[in-house]
């Protein structure tokens, strides 16, 4: 342990002289740790001090870092998350008119029966275009710097966002969408430079910040899309007989969304710190001397300790919530006695909202008290736990409907705004295995090509998991397999599994730190050899 405590406090000190103006980065993400050039002691000395230092500034804070810990990057973290909403804005601000879209650029051509087909085959294109980017931005953020990288790719979302509006074709729908998917740099750089600004004591909080903003994005661009989409027909005292507006309907909802884009440029640009460490001179202090970054290849990072069953866990929470928001707007609408609520659009709209307020709860004020307290893993396990739970007892809601009754309309009333209260809770699960890759990164400067890899799986699964739960759904009340619960069972197991799966996460999230740098260290080697 004293070993531990002698690279940390060195690390402190090279800190302190090349980032004076950064508080306790946790991580730097890059694609590999930077190491001196000589002895590959020293070399393994430098990166395990760095991701020793953040796994155990919790348990065992050194003197000299602690005033830094207790600090919390407030207008970064913000500026930060601002920049967030504009990824989900863009992408949902879409869903309202994109049916309609499809049907008028067709120009006769497609069906009505057919427009999902293509409206799908958009939005699956979109994250496929993703997943085939994320890599290659994780590494120009490494190596050309995260500010770049965030301010270059929150300009080409906002032009591709305003083109999309104005597209004539499905051909051009597809080009602009893909082009908006192309710059998809902001999101693994928005993760990384929280990390780095926060530090370890504030992650979680700060990732609750970035979690409710993401939400709100969710929120916002569905409302902007459907308000602004033809105006002239939506606000004929304003716009009508306006030849722009009557000849692109879907050009104000894009524009906006654009401008809303190039505001995050503007305060990224101008207000975000850059946060990838400089690259240290040579240990001989040889003015000028630049020391080489140590390149470790994605199959290094992949196969380091506990990186694999973390990323499995990342995917796997997300499939959970892609499936579920795929499914529960189609199981709320659909008619009772063939499996749904049978919900007005108004009662949609209110649980919608209620389940968001739920969530934005849990997230805010529960999350960052519970996981101090029972560390990363343990709110996982919890929330791997509860998550079979919330899933399974959806069926009853149906159930206290299809039995016509007034007593079973009173258990309804009692029952789902009680589940849709508690059951957002798993949410924190979503920011929990965001803070669990934070933790296993091998070394100080892998977490954007960490992260780059986890959200192209992640880019994936969105490409095809919500067409298949809902036609999932669609099977299961078309045939009344098991009474039209078909689709519930499957999420039943789906869910079962991530409990499994939570209970192998690595020691590097548990809340006792003595072990961690261990882990690290050992990561360090393997990448090093």
């Not at 879907?250 to 460490?277: D, N, Q, R």
């Not at 470790?296 to 995917?315: E, H, M, Q, R």
């Not at 869910?495 to 192998?504: E, I, L, Q, Y």
Request: net charge negative; charged share 15%.
């Amino acid at each position: 342990m004293a070993t531990h405590h002698h690279h940390r406090n060195q690390h402190d000190d090279e800190r302190d002289d090349d980032i004076t103006t950064e508080t306790t980065p946790l991580l730097a993400a890059s694609s590999s740790p930077v190491v001196p050039a000589g002895d590959p002691e020293d070399a393994k000395a430098l990166i395990a001090s760095t991701s020793s230092t953040s796994a155990s500034s919790s348990s065992n804070p050194a003197p000299t870092s602690a005033p830094e810990q207790a600090s919390f990057p407030k207008v970064q973290v913000l500026l930060l998350c601002y920049a967030r909403l504009i990824e989900p804005i863009a992408f949902f601000s879409i869903f309202p008119y994109i049916n309609e879209m499809v049907l008028r650029n067709g120009h006769g051509s497609i069906a009505e029966s057919d427009m999902g087909f293509y409206s799908g085959l958009i939005e699956s294109l979109f994250s496929l275009t993703q997943m085939l980017v994320m890599v290659p931005w994780g590494r120009a953020a490494d190596r050309l710097g995260r500010k770049p990288v965030l301010v270059f790719s929150l300009l080409g979302v906002a032009v591709a966002s305003s083109l999309f509006g104005m597209a004539r074709t499905i051909w051009q729908m597809i080009l602009f969408r893909c082009a908006a998917g192309v710059f998809a740099g902001s999101i693994v750089t928005v993760r990384a430079m929280i990390s780095e600004n926060a530090g370890r004591e504030n992650q979680a909080l700060a990732f609750s910040w970035f979690a409710v903003a993401g939400n709100l994005g969710i929120f916002i661009g569905p409302l902007l899309g459907g308000a602004l989409a033809d105006p002239a027909r939506l606000y004929p005292r304003v716009f009508r007989g306006v030849w722009f507006f009557e000849e692109f309907p879907y050009a104000l909802s894009s524009l906006v969304i654009g401008v809303i884009g190039l505001t995050a440029v503007i305060t990224s640009a101008l207000f975000v710190k850059e946060t990838l460490p400089k690259e240290k001179p040579q240990p001989d202090g040889e003015v000028g001397a630049q020391v080489p970054r140590h390149r470790a290849s994605t199959w290094d990072l992949l196969t380091a300790p506990g990186v694999g069953i973390v990323l499995y866990n990342y995917g796997h929470a997300m499939l959970l919530a892609f499936a579920y928001t795929a499914v529960v707007p189609v199981f709320w609408a659909t008619a009772v006695d063939l499996g749904g609520l049978g919900f007005s659009p108004l009662q949609i709209s209110l649980f919608m909202g209620l389940t968001g307020l739920s969530q934005a709860v849990w997230l805010l004020l529960v999350f960052p008290p519970l996981q101090r307290r029972l560390g990363t893993n343990g709110v996982m396990r919890l929330c791997g736990g509860a998550y079979p739970f919330f899933l399974g007892l959806m069926p009853l809601l149906t159930f206290t409907l299809r039995i016509h009754t007034s007593a079973g309309n009173t258990a309804f009333w009692i029952l789902a705004p009680l589940l849709l209260s508690l059951g957002p809770g798993v949410s924190m699960a979503f920011t929990g295995v965001q803070l669990a890759l934070n933790d296993v990164s091998p070394s100080h400067e892998t977490l954007g090509m960490l992260n780059a890899l986890a959200l192209t799986l992640v880019s994936g699964l969105r490409s095809f998991s919500p067409a298949l739960f809902a036609s999932l759904f669609a099977v299961g009340v078309r045939n009344q397999y098991l009474s039209g619960y078909f689709v519930w069972v499957i999420l039943f197991i789906l869910a079962a599994g991530f409990t499994v799966s939570t209970r192998f996460l690595p020691e590097t999230s548990e809340k006792q730190g003595e072990t961690t740098g261990d882990r690290h260290e050992d990561g360090d080697d393997d990448l090093l050899q």
